[in-house]
C-alpha cells in the first residue's frame, strides 16, 4: 500500500492514517510481520533490547556505584528564643526555657530560616569562605562539583547549587531548627554549618536592634509631640500675663470681689447713717457729706462691677481666656508626663523582648559519608525503570493488537 497515498487521501484523519499504515506495515515490518521478517527479528539479540530499556537502570548503576563522590554531613541545632511572655510549647528544653522566662518566636524564626537558605546568605558566605573551591576540588565527580554543566559559575548558578547542599528544617513540637550542610570534606561541612550559624546570630542581633528602635521610636514620637504642646501652651500663657499685666485673672477678680465686698459693707454703714441723720436731724451738715459719700460709693461699685463683668477688657473675659489657657497647658504636662512613662515602659519592655540564637547542638565532624544513598538510589531508578518499561509494553501490545485487529 502506497504510504504517501494514505496520508494524502481525502477525508482521512491523522488516527485513521497511522492506524492504515501500521496495517500496511503488518506484512513486511515487526516481530508480527510473516515469514520474510522472521529472520531479521530472530537476529535481534534480548540483552540488547534489554539493555537499552533498562539502560537507566545501567547509567544510574554506573554513576553512583563507581563514579559519585561521598558527601559529609554536619548537622546543627539551634532555637530562636525571645525574653518575652511565655507561649504553649512542648516539653523538655522548651518547657526548660518557659521556666526561665525564654519564649518561642515563632515569626522570627521562619525570618531566620527563610535567611539561612537566601542569595544574601550565600553572598556572605562567599565573602567568608571560599565556597567554590570547597565544591569544585578535582577530586569532585563531573555531575557533583559546582560549576558543572547543571550549575553555571554565575551568584544565581551558586545559589541553586547549595540549595542542593544546605537545608534548614523545624521540629513542630518544641521548635528546634536543624540545619544540614553537605561536602565533599568533612572540614568544610562544619566550617559552613558553623559560618551560617555566625549569620544566624548576626542576622537575630540586627532584628534585636530593629525590635528597639520601633518599640522605642513611637514612644520617643509621642514624647516630642507632647514636649512640643506644652512648649506652645506655656508660651502662650506667659504671652497673656504679660499682656495683661497679671498672673492670675482669677486672683484679680477675687481682689475686685473682695473689695466690692468692702464698698458695699461701707455704702450700707453709709445709708444707715443718713437714715439715722433724716430721722433725727435733717438739717444736720453732715447729712450732705453722707450723701456724697453714698453716691461714691455707688459709684465705684457700678466701677468695679463693671471692670467683671465687661464684654471687651473684662476681668470675667480674662478669666475665661486664662482658664482655658491653663487647662490647655495642664493637659499638654499630664501628655508629657504619660507619654515619659510610656517612654520607659517601651524602653524596658524593648529590653525585655530581646531575641536569642540558643545553640542546642553545634556543628559536627563527621568520620563517614551519608550521601550519595548508593543502593537506596539504584533500586529506586531501577523500579521506577521497571514501571516505565512495563507501561512501555503495555502501550506497544495494545498497539500491536489493534493495527492487528484493524489488518484482519
Known amino acids: 500500500m502506497n504510504i504517501t497515498r494514505i496520508f494524502n487521501s481525502r477525508g482521512a484523519g491523522w488516527k485513521q492514517a497511522i492506524i492504515d499504515v501500521l496495517t500496511a506495515a503488518r506484512g513486511s515490518v515487526g516481530p508480527w510481520s510473516g515469514a520474510a521478517a522472521r529472520p531479521r527479528s530472530r537476529q535481534l539479540r534480548p540483552a540488547l533490547v534489554m539493555g537499552l530499556l533498562l539502560l537507566?537502570?545501567?547509567?544510574?548503576?554506573?554513576?553512583?556505584?563507581?563514579?559519585?563522590?561521598?558527601?559529609?554531613?554536619?548537622?546543627?541545632?539551634?532555637?530562636?528564643?525571645?525574653?518575652g511572655k511565655a507561649v504553649g510549647m512542648g516539653g523538655g528544653l522548651g518547657a526548660f526555657l518557659q521556666m526561665i522566662g525564654i519564649a518561642r518566636s515563632q515569626d522570627d524564626a521562619h525570618a531566620v530560616r527563610e535567611f539561612l537558605t537566601s542569595r544574601d546568605a550565600v553572598r556572605q558566605?562567599?565573602?567568608?569562605?571560599?565556597?567554590?573551591?570547597?565544591?569544585?576540588?578535582?577530586?569532585?565527580?563531573?555531575?557533583?562539583?559546582?560549576?558543572?554543566?547543571?550549575?553555571?559559575?554565575?551568584?544565581?548558578?551558586?545559589?541553586?547549587?547549595?540549595?542542593?547542599?544546605?537545608?534548614?528544617?523545624?521540629?513542630?513540637?518544641?521548635?528546634?531548627?536543624?540545619?544540614?550542610?553537605?561536602?565533599?570534606?568533612?572540614?568544610d561541612a562544619k566550617a559552613?554549618?558553623?559560618?551560617?550559624?555566625?549569620?544566624?546570630?548576626?542576622?537575630?542581633?540586627?532584628?534585636?536592634?530593629r525590635i528597639r528602635q520601633d518599640a522605642v521610636r513611637v514612644?520617643?514620637?509621642?514624647?516630642?509631640?507632647?514636649?512640643?504642646?506644652?512648649?506652645?501652651?506655656?508660651?502662650?500663657?506667659?504671652?497673656f500675663?504679660?499682656?495683661?499685666?497679671?498672673?492670675?485673672?482669677?486672683?484679680?477678680?477675687?481682689?475686685?470681689?473682695?473689695?466690692?465686698d468692702r464698698l458695699y459693707s461701707q455704702l450700707a454703714e453709709t445709708r444707715t447713717g443718713i437714715a439715722e441723720m433724716q430721722a433725727g436731724s435733717q438739717r444736720s451738715p453732715q447729712l450732705a457729706g453722707l450723701q456724697t459719700r453714698a453716691?461714691?460709693?455707688e459709684e465705684q461699685i457700678a466701677h468695679e462691677r463693671r471692670r467683671i463683668a465687661s464684654t471687651s477688657d473684662g476681668l470675667a473675659e480674662k478669666i475665661a481666656e486664662y482658664e482655658r489657657l491653663d487647662l490647655d497647658h495642664d493637659f499638654a504636662t499630664r501628655a508629657l508626663v504619660t507619654a515619659l512613662a510610656s517612654l520607659e515602659i517601651a524602653r524596658a519592655e524593648a529590653r525585655r523582648q530581646q531575641l536569642f540564637l540558643v545553640r542546642v547542638v553545634e556543628p559536627?565532624?563527621?568520620?563517614?559519608?551519608?550521601?550519595?544513598?548508593?543502593?537506596?538510589?539504584?533500586?529506586?531508578?531501577?523500579?521506577?525503570?521497571?514501571?516505565?518499561?512495563?507501561?512501555?509494553w503495555l502501550i506497544f501490545s495494545g498497539l500491536r493488537q489493534h493495527v492487528a485487529y484493524r489488518g484482519d
Open 56 to 83: 537507566p537502570t545501567i547509567l544510574s548503576t554506573v554513576y553512583y556505584g563507581g563514579i559519585a563522590t561521598d558527601r559529609y554531613a554536619s548537622d546543627a541545632r539551634f532555637l530562636l528564643r525571645t525574653g
Open 125 to 187: 558566605l562567599q565573602d567568608r569562605l571560599p565556597v567554590a573551591r570547597m565544591f569544585g576540588g578535582a577530586d569532585v565527580d563531573f555531575l557533583s562539583r559546582y560549576p558543572s554543566i547543571l550549575f553555571n559559575s554565575s551568584q544565581e548558578g551558586l545559589h541553586r547549587y547549595l540549595q542542593n547542599r544546605l537545608a534548614v528544617s523545624v521540629n513542630p513540637t518544641n521548635g528546634i531548627e536543624t540545619l544540614r550542610v553537605e561536602a565533599f570534606h568533612p572540614e
Open 192 to 209: 559552613i554549618a558553623m559560618t551560617l550559624l555566625e549569620l544566624g546570630e548576626e542576622l537575630v542581633n540586627r532584628l534585636n536592634e
Open 219 to 239: 514612644a520617643e514620637r509621642e514624647v516630642a509631640v507632647a514636649r512640643e504642646r506644652q512648649v506652645t501652651t506655656q508660651i502662650a500663657l506667659t504671652a
Open 241 to 260: 500675663r504679660n499682656r495683661e499685666l497679671m498672673l492670675d485673672p482669677s486672683s484679680n477678680a477675687l481682689i475686685v470681689v473682695q473689695l466690692i
Open 295 to 297: 453716691a461714691a460709693l
Open 364 to 392: 559536627g565532624l563527621a568520620d563517614e559519608a551519608r550521601e550519595p544513598r548508593r543502593l537506596q538510589t539504584i533500586f529506586t531508578v531501577f523500579g521506577l525503570n521497571l514501571v516505565a518499561v512495563g507501561m512501555a
